[in-house]
Every structure is written in structure tokens, then in C-alpha cells.
């Protein structure tokens, strides 16, 4: 697969404190995230290389405070980074004027914010059209828009509320129409559904995955819930004070942790609900009989695992054997789990 | 409780106080050597007082720059065009308010429409009381036959306070952008705020001709100042994801001010006007000093022939004015948008708008078929003015009164006042900057006490030392006395929670009273004599003080009172060892507002009758000696800014040590 890469970050640095930037320069290299705390500077973002794809979804995990929401905000420049570049579908990001920023940011980016980030004097409807009155778009049509959004969020009714006469989860549900209203192509997502109610929660994320789906849009999800990373991740990254520990598919962050760190982080998590036939099938033994979908979950063929006598099984992807699972690891991890 | 002050002892006696205090005591004793050695007669002249001779022509230097400016770079043509424009809307608020026949000739409008507009917009603010206030205030104004006078205030109100307004903003803005332009214009302004008034009206009668014009300008630059602080305040406290916000949805520079941080900042922005509008009306009041027609100068009269039943109405309008302006623009501060329900018609949603101009249509109508809701003519009002005069005067007849009224003043001239004041006059200069600095030591520290030493310095060489002096005993005295009363006044109101609704409400709507108002009941009970003068001083200082003394009882966390009652502390105790400590530093914060207040006061006293910088500053008003006017203006606002510098950073210090919320 040749996927163009969206967003490239490489050695980027987001240090808080007195003069980063010289702070960065002058620092030697090696130094940990508490050495740093001790010359009374922050390491928000610390040496992060990771790339993006078209399309991809990728969901960022990490404790509170390891700097999620801060690699996401350099991803679309509301801070300067302090060391390292980053591309944004080719172009420099600390390199662009005032003028192409803004210019990327209406026709490009879109964010949902952690606290909301409402415009407290505007009424629901007027803060969902306003990244579309920013772009100069007219009246009538841009109140179309945000109607229409606004009722797909669930909130029909209370376009004429003003944020603070809102529940959390409401005012977070404007935030994500916000978002919606304009559709871009890269889509960042700071906690979005963290104030909803699980039922809302579940139908927000189909509609991300489903917009995703259709119009390709590549959306980094910031998270602390690991069920709602694992419906939606096409990759993992787990951060820890600053730095990402490991970004990769979620079935080898569970089964090969790159540190003690995401080793630790991961252990809660029901792996047989994670690892998938396609991650167990080997190339050399095929084994015979009735294949298995790659695309299945070691908990979907639990009951299949228990039952079949077969020592390898044959796993397809798109009626394809791609290889073989040897059944015992799998039952392995099936009864980890419980 | 013993942790508490053990901890406040150790405080004190760390090194850095001790050295602090020894270093005031050298002061102190110097200071004191210097003035016996005075008393002995064996100090040199030239000791006490700086001579004549060494004396620089400060006033002088400072005409030869104002010409310089005014002529040679041309600022006189300049300030007269904006003189022009000013006038032209001076004319059309003074034509719509009280018909002074000048463009566009429709004025004036009838006292009905503006009174029930009032009540309109009163009702929306703050429901029935609002509007009874409003109506009231306009209704009483008409019928105690001070509509004209009360319009003439108003129409300069009505042009200075927008200007004022937008200044601000305008200047917040840059400062709140622009470290540099912050930096150069905090300094500038805590003088402003110092600076007193006096000095604000000569360089506006000299620029802007004499008149409403001048008026509006002296009001516009004194209501500046808190617009540019609130401003700023309100802009640095927009949420950083509100402007995250703005940005992601592509925001230019100017739509983010415009259509986010602005908007975000509507409280602080809305405080700004509510201080703005009493700012200015407390010094559009005090423009009746440059022949400002209205209320103000109404009053100055009546005052100044001993009218006391005309000064008493003309205070209550003052009074009824300011606290409609006050509640009205505070209602609006805390006013918060809310919706309406879909399908709301378009009438429904501008109701307020609406039932203004049908109010305003209607009165304007009526008025012109019922005489008497045009204007209330000369012979109709009902003012009661000669007869609160016998009243107030018989009152003042009666010999236990006059009794008191006498003793009050004997006493505090024969025993008090005067003896203080030729003491502080005996004391040599340099003692006397001695005894400055030794208080800045010990107190604010290393740098409020070189400020100290430099200002008080440049006031001992301006050439006016016993005027200033003079000035500064009126002041102390005045304050101390207020302290002696409004302390306790304060710690009898903090015991319980319903009085102290009840006085903070009181400080509430006293502090909006301009303060010329304050100078009515001193006269009215001793006359036109410097007892007066520290007697008005003193009920206008005693409103910071009572209100910082219960605001400061107050923030006292429970915790340490009941720490305080389980230990058995008796009532006293724990007042003295507990509450007292803690509440302190608010206190102080009171303490330096009622001096800032007292050398405000001290200046309008000045017309009263004192031998202080306010009687030379108001001489100059009659002259056009700006640079005499400035050397004076400033040695008010030296003296003044150390006290501030002083008491303020005592009191933040004092806050941090403690871990009391700013
Ligand atoms: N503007 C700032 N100035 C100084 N330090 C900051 C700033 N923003 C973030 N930090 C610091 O950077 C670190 C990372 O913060 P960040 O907000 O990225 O955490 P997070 O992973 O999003 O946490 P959470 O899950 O609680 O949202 C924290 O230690 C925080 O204190
Ligand atoms: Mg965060």
C-alpha cells in the first residue's frame, strides 16, 4: 500500500518555559522528562517523529498531562514548535505566513477542543456557522449548513440557546457540530465525546467512522478510553511525559509492547477482543479445512477455538488463505483474558 | 490558632525585616536629632527649609516646554480643530437635552419621554424597582425645577463618557497587544489616577477654550484611565481554547478581536463602563471650577452663599443621578443574553426597543398639547429650597446643637488640628523626608523607600514644602480620624452577616456619590471652616475604610475562627489575635484608597478656604499658568503615589506571606 502521508512530524520539540529555544539548543541530548522539569522548563512534546496517512485514523492515548492535546495543537500550529518540523500535506507548517495559515486552517483543518471552546455570547446555531462566516460564506446558506448539522449532532430545538444554558454534553455536542459544519480533510479531535452519554457516544463515533469511511478524511482522536480507541484506531500511539512510547496497530501494541511502559498501560485490556485471525495467521504452515475471516477477533471465534480439533486453521482474507493460526496460541490468549 | 501566630511572629522577625526595621530606626533617629537640634536653635536655615535661592524655576522650565509645544509644534492649531468638532456635538446633546438653539434646533425633549424611557429601560435592567428609580430620579429632577441645570450636566456627560469609552478600549487594545506600549503606559497612568483634578482643568481650559468643551475634555482624559485597566484585564482572561477556536476557524487578526476576544471580554469590558460613566460624572460635577454651567456649578453657588435647603435639593439630584447610573450600567454588567423561544415574533424579540420609542413617541406627543409635560415652569416647581433652609438653619440654632457643633470644632482646631499642624510645620525638611523614607522602609521595603526619598525630594525642591506639608496634615489628620471611626464602625458590622450586607450596601452607594457631594453635610454642620474641611474629608475616607475592614473580616477562613473558638479564645481574643491579622491586609488596601480619596477631597476642599496646594492650584485656574499649575498638580500626586507604592506593596506582601487570595 502507497498511502501519501498528511501529516509528518519529525523530532519535534514543544518545551514550555522562560526561552525554549535556546533552552532546546543549548540542552544535551538525552536528558528525561523530570531532568528537564528541574532546569524549570516543560517538556510538552519531546522528540515525537510520527506520520500520518490519508485516511487514517490515529488515536493518541497516554495519562493526563503526557502532552496528547499539546502534540495535537502543534500538529495544527496553535503553538510554535520549539525544535524538529512538521508537514502538513507538504508544507512546512513554521514556514507558512499568516495568510497561507489561515488559509489552511478554513480549507484543511477543523478541530474539536477539550473544554469546548465556545463563543459564549453566540447562540448554538451562530457558533456552529462561524468557521463558515470566517470564510466569508453567505447568510442564508451557511445557516442551511449549520441547521443541518446541528440536527445530526442530536440538538434540534436549541439553536437559538446561548452555550451557557447548556448541559456539558451539549455544549460539547456543539463543539463537534462546529467541526462538522465546515468538513475538512484533517480532523483533530481532542476528547470529543468525553461529556456524552454512551448512546450519543456511540452514534458520534459512527458518524466519524462513516465519514472517514466514505470521504476519506484522516482524523487524530485523542482519547482515554481504550473500547472507544479500539473501535476506532486504525493505529495507537501512547504517549508519556511528552515523548510517544509506541505508535502502532492495536493488535501489536497489545501483543508486542515496545516498552515496560505500554506493557503496563495495556494490561487491562481484553486482548482477545483486540488481536485479530489476520495478526496470528503465519505464512509457512496453511493448515486445512474451513478458513477464518483475517478480519475476526480471537473473542468472535472463541467458540470456534474451543470446539475445532485442528491444530493449525486457515485464515482468508477477501477468499484468500493468507496463512495459518496455530489454535493454541490463540486459545492462549483467549483465556488470558479471563 | 497557636500556629497562626506563631507563624505571623516568625514573619516578622525574619532577617530580612530585622535589617529592614533597624535601618528605619537610624532614619527615625536621625530624623529626630535633626528637629531637636531645630528646637534647640542650632540647626542652620538653610537645614530647614531648602532656600529660595537653590530653589529650581520648575515652573518655569515647564512654561518654556509648554509653549514650545503648544505654539512652535503647532498642538494649539490642532487641539482648537478638535475643539470644532467637539463643540458641534456638544451642540447637538445640548440642543436635545436642553434646547440651546444650535443645530439641529429640535430640543429640548420633554422631561416626560426622557423619564419614562428611563422606566422602560430601567424595567428591562433590573424589573420594577429599576424602573421606579429611573422614572424617580428624572421625575424629581423635573419637578424640583433643576431639569435645565441637570440636562446641562448631562449633555457633557452624554458626549464625554462615549469618548472616554472608546479611547480606552482603543488604548486597552494596544496595551493589551503591546508589551511596550503596557509598559509605557502603566507608569503614566498611576499618575493620571493621582494627579488632581485641578491640574486636569487648566491645560483643558488653555487647549480647549473655556465651557462645555473644556469641561468634556477634563472628564473625558480623568474616566480614561480605569477603561484602558479593565480592558486589558478582560482581554488577558479570554480562555485560550475560545481563541484556539477563533484561530481553527480561520480567523484573521481582526475578525479574532473583533468577532472572539472582544465579545469574551464583555464583563470586564461592561465594569469599565459603569466606571467610566461615574468618573465622569463625579468630575463633570467639578467642572463647575472652569464655569462649567450645570449641577455642579449650581451647587458651588448655593454652597458658597451658605444656601443650605438649594444645596440640600441639588445633592439629592446629584445623589438620585449617580445611583441611577450606577445600578443601571451594574444591571446591565451582569445581564447575560438569553433565548427566545423558536417562533418568537419579530416584535417580541426588540419588545424593549419597541416600547422605548413608543414611550419617547407618545410623552413627545402629549407634550405637546399638556404644557406641564414639556417643562415644569418657574412658578410650578416644588422646591422646597427656603424652607429646608430655615429648617436646617433652626436646626443648627438650637443650643444643644450648636453646642456640640462648637465643641466638636473647638477642640479639634485648639487641641488637635492646629497643634498637629505646626508641629509637622517645625519639622525640618529633611527630617521631615527622613520620617517618609523610615515609614516606606519599614513597611514597603528597599524600593517604595527610595521612592519615597525621590518624591518626597523633588517636592521639597519644587518650592512649595508648607503648602504641600499643609496639604499632607490635612490628610493625615483627617484620615486617622476617619480611621477611629470607621474601623470599629466596620468590625461592629462584620459580627454579624446581616449588617454586613447592610453597611457594604451603604459603601456600596456612597462610593458612587460624587465626591463634591460629601462637602454638603460638613458645611451644613461647621460652616465655611477648615473644620469642615477634615470634616469632609473624613466622611468621604471612612468609606473605603469601613468597607475594606468588613470585606477583609470576611475573607477570613472559617477554619482558623473555629480553630479559634476550640481553643477557648474569648470574643477579643480571637478579634485580636486571629480575625485582625488575617483581615490586615485588606484593610490596608482600604486605608491607601481613603488616602487617595483624602488628597482628592482635600484639593476641591480648597474653595472652602485652605492654605494648601488646592488653594495655589485653584488660583491658577483663574490665570493661564500651566507650568505652575503642573509643578503643583504633581507634588499632589507625588506625595500620593507614595503612600500607594508604600501601603500597596505592604499589602501584597502581606497577602503572599499569609496565602490569602489577591
Ligand atoms: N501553555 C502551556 N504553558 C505551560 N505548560 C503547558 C502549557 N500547555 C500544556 N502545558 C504542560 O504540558 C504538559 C502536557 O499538557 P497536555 O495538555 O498536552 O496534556 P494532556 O495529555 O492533553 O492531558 P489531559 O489528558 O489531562 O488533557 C502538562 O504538563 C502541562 O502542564
Ligand atoms: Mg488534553
Not at chain 1, 456543539?174 to 461529556?195: K, M
Not at chain 2, 529592614?20 to 537645614?47: E, F
Request: hydrophobic content about 50%; overall charge neutral.
Amino acid at each position: 500500500m502507497t498511502a501519501e502521508t498528511v501529516i509528518s512530524c519529525k523530532n519535534a520539540w514543544k518545551i514550555f518555559g522562560a526561552d525554549p529555544k535556546k533552552y532546546l539548543r543549548s540542552m544535551p541530548a538525552g536528558l528525561s522528562f523530570d531532568d528537564i522539569r528541574a532546569d524549570g522548563y516543560i517538556a510538552g512534546v519531546k522528540d515525537v517523529s510520527i506520520d500520518v496517512t490519508r485516511g487514517e485514523m490515529l488515536v493518541i492515548m497516554g495519562l493526563s498531562g503526557s502532552g496528547k492535546s499539546t502534540l495535537v495543537r502543534c500538529f495544527s500550529r496553535l503553538h510554535d514548535i520549539t525544535g524538529g518540523t512538521i508537514t502538513v500535506e507538504g508544507q512546512d507548517l513554521m514556514s507558512l505566513s499568516e495568510k497561507e495559515l489561515i488559509e489552511l486552517r478554513r480549507n484543511k483543518m477543523g478541530m474539536v477542543f477539550q473544554s469546548f471552546g465556545l463563543l459564549p455570547h453566540r447562540t448554538v446555531l451562530e457558533n456552529v456557522a462561524f468557521p463558515l462566516e470566517m470564510r466569508g460564506q453567505d447568510k442564508h446558506a451557511r445557516r442551511e449548513r449549520a441547521l443541518e448539522v446541528v440536527k445530526l449532532v442530536g440538538l434540534e430545538g436549541r439553536e437559538e440557546y446561548f452555550p451557557r444554558e447548556l448541559s456539558g454534553g451539549q455544549q460539547q455536542r456543539v463543539g463537534i457540530a462546529r467541526s462538522l459544519a465546515i468538513e475538512p480533510d484533517i480532523w483533530f479531535l481532542d476528547e470529543p465525546f468525553s461529556a456524552l452519554d454512551p448512546l450519543i457516544r456511540r452514534e458520534m463515533q459512527d458518524e466519524f467512522l462513516r465519514l472517514q469511511g466514505m470521504l476519506g478524511k484522516t482524523i487524530v482522536f485523542i482519547t482515554h478510553d481504550f473500547d472507544e480507541a479500539l473501535r476506532l484506531a486504525d493505529r495507537i500511539a501512547i504517549m508519556k511525559d511528552g515523548a510517544v512510547e509506541q505508535c502502532d496497530t492495536p493488535d501489536q501494541i497489545v501483543l508486542n509492547p515496545a516498552t515496560e511502559y505500554v506493557r503496563k498501560f495495556t494490561e487491562e485490556i481484553d486482548k482477545a477482543r483486540v488481536v485479530r485471525a489476520g495478526v496470528l495467521a503465519q505464512g509457512q504452515v496453511m493448515g486445512e479445512g474451513e478458513p477464518v475471516e483475517a478480519s475476526a477477533s480471537v473473542q468472535d471465534l472463541a467458540r470456534l477455538l474451543v470446539q475445532d480439533a485442528r491444530a493449525v486453521i486457515p485464515v482468508a482474507q477477501s477468499s484468500k488463505v493468507i496463512g495459518g493460526m496455530d489454535r493454541a496460541a490463540a486459545l492462549e490468549i483467549l483465556l488470558e483474558a479471563s | 490558632m497557636a500556629d497562626i501566630t506563631s507563624d505571623l511572629k516568625a514573619d516578622t522577625t525574619s532577617p530580612a525585616q530585622w535589617s529592614r526595621s533597624k535601618w528605619a530606626s537610624v532614619l527615625l533617629l536621625v530624623a529626630v536629632v535633626l528637629t531637636t537640634l531645630r528646637y534647640g536653635g542650632l540647626l542652620p536655615d538653610s537645614l530647614h527649609r531648602i532656600p529660595e535661592a537653590m530653589i529650581p524655576p520648575f515652573a518655569a522650565w515647564l512654561d518654556v516646554f509648554f509653549n514650545f509645544v503648544k505654539d512652535d509644534l503647532g498642538l494649539l492649531t490642532l487641539t482648537r480643530t478638535l475643539t470644532e468638532g467637539l463643540e458641534w456635538l456638544l451642540d447637538i446633546t445640548a440642543n436635545l437635552m436642553f434646547g440651546k438653539r444650535r443645530w439641529p434646533f429640535i430640543g429640548p425633549i420633554p422631561w416626560t419621554a426622557v423619564a419614562g424611557v428611563a422606566a422602560v429601560v430601567g424595567y428591562h435592567l433590573g424589573g420594577w424597582r429599576m424602573a421606579l428609580l429611573g422614572a424617580g430620579t428624572f421625575i424629581w429632577t423635573a419637578l424640583i425645577g433643576q431639569w435645565t441645570i441637570a440636562m446641562e450636566t448631562m449633555s457633557v456627560l452624554m458626549v464625554a463618557a462615549p469618548l472616554a469609552f472608546f479611547i480606552g478600549l482603543g488604548l486597552g487594545i494596544l496595551a493589551w497587544k503591546y508589551a511596550a506600549v503596557n509598559r509605557a503606559i502603566k507608569p503614566i497612568l498611576s499618575v493620571l489616577q493621582t494627579l488632581p483634578f485641578f491640574t486636569y482643568l487648566l491645560p483643558a481650559v488653555i487647549f480647549f477654550k473655556v465651557g462645555p468643551t473644556a469641561g468634556a475634555v477634563a472628564t473625558t482624559i480623568y474616566a480614561i484611565p480605569p477603561m484602558i485597566l479593565m480592558t486589558t484585564l478582560g482581554l488577558q482572561k479570554v480562555p485560550s481554547e475560545v481563541v484556539e477556536a477563533g484561530n481553527m476557524s480561520g480567523c484573521t487578526k481582526w475578525q479574532l478581536l473583533r468577532h472572539v476576544y472582544l465579545p469574551s471580554a464583555r464583563t470586564e469590558i461592561l465594569v469599565g463602563v459603569n466606571q467610566v460613566i461615574m468618573l465622569c460624572l463625579a468630575m463633570v460635577v467639578l467642572t463647575a471650577f472652569i464655569g462649567m454651567p450645570g449641577l455642579g456649578a449650581k451647587l458651588l453657588a448655593m454652597m458658597g452663599s451658605f444656601k443650605l435647603g438649594r444645596s440640600f435639593e441639588i445633592g439629592v439630584t446629584i445623589v438620585l443621578l449617580a445611583v441611577t447610573l450606577d445600578r443601571m450600567s451594574k444591571a446591565w454588567v451582569v445581564r447575560q443574553p438569553v433565548h427566545f423561544e423558536r417562533g418568537t415574533p419579530w416584535w417580541r424579540k426588540h419588545i424593549v426597543l419597541l416600547m422605548c420609542i413608543g414611550v419617547f413617541v407618545f410623552f413627545c406627543i402629549a407634550a405637546q398639547f399638556v404644557q406641564v409635560f414639556a417643562e415644569i415652569g418657574r412658578k410650578q416647581n416644588f422646591s422646597q429650597g427656603k424652607e429646608i433652609d430655615t429648617l436646617i438653619k433652626g436646626f443648627l440654632a438650637l443650643d444643644p446643637v450648636q453646642n456640640t457643633t462648637q465643641a466638636i470644632r473647638y477642640v479639634l482646631n485648639v487641641w488637635i488640628l492646629n497643634p498637629f499642624r505646626d508641629f509637622l510645620l517645625s519639622i525640618p525638611t529633611p527630617a521631615f523626608i527622613l520620617l517618609v523614607v523610615a515609614f516606606a522602609l519599614s513597611l514597603g521595603g528597599g524600593r517604595p523607600a527610595i521612592y519615597a526619598a525621590i518624591f518626597f525630594g523633588l517636592v521639597a525642591l519644587s518650592g512649595w514644602w508648607d503648602r504641600s506639608v499643609i496639604t499632607l496634615y490635612s490628610v493625615i489628620s483627617a484620615v486617622t480620624l476617619a480611621l477611629l471611626i470607621g474601623v470599629p464602625l466596620g468590625i461592629t458590622a462584620a459580627r454579624s452577616e446581616k449588617w454586613s450586607q447592610r453597611v457594604l450596601l451603604a459603601c456600596d452607594t456612597a462610593q458612587t456619590f460624587p465626591s463634591f457631594i460629601y462637602l454638603i453635610p460638613a458645611i451644613m454642620l461647621f460652616g465655611i471652616t477648615a473644620t469642615s474641611v477634615v470634616m469632609s474629608i473624613l466622611i468621604f475616607a471612612m468609606v473605603p475604610l469601613t468597607r475594606y475592614t468588613i470585606e477583609g473580616l470576611r475573607t477570613v477562613p472559617p477554619e482558623m475562627t473555629e480553630a479559634a473558638d476550640m481553643a477557648g479564645a474569648t470574643r477579643m481574643q480571637k478579634l485580636m489575635k486571629v480575625q485582625l491579622p488575617l483581615a490586615l491586609p485588606t484593610m490596608a488596601v482600604g486605608f491607601n484608597q481613603a488616602i487617595m480619596f483624602a488628597f482628592f477631597m482635600v484639593i476641591i476642599a480648597a474653595f472652602i478656604g485652605t492654605q494648601d496646594l488646592g488653594q495655589e492650584l485653584q488660583r491658577t485656574l483663574a490665570g493661564t499658568d500651566l507650568g505652575k499649575n503642573f509643578v503643583l498638580g504633581i507634588c499632589v500626586s507625588l506625595m500620593a503615589l507614595t503612600f500607594d507604592l508604600t501601603i500597596m506593596k505592604w499589602a501584597t506582601e502581606r497577602k503572599k506571606a499569609l496565602g490569602l487570595p489577591d
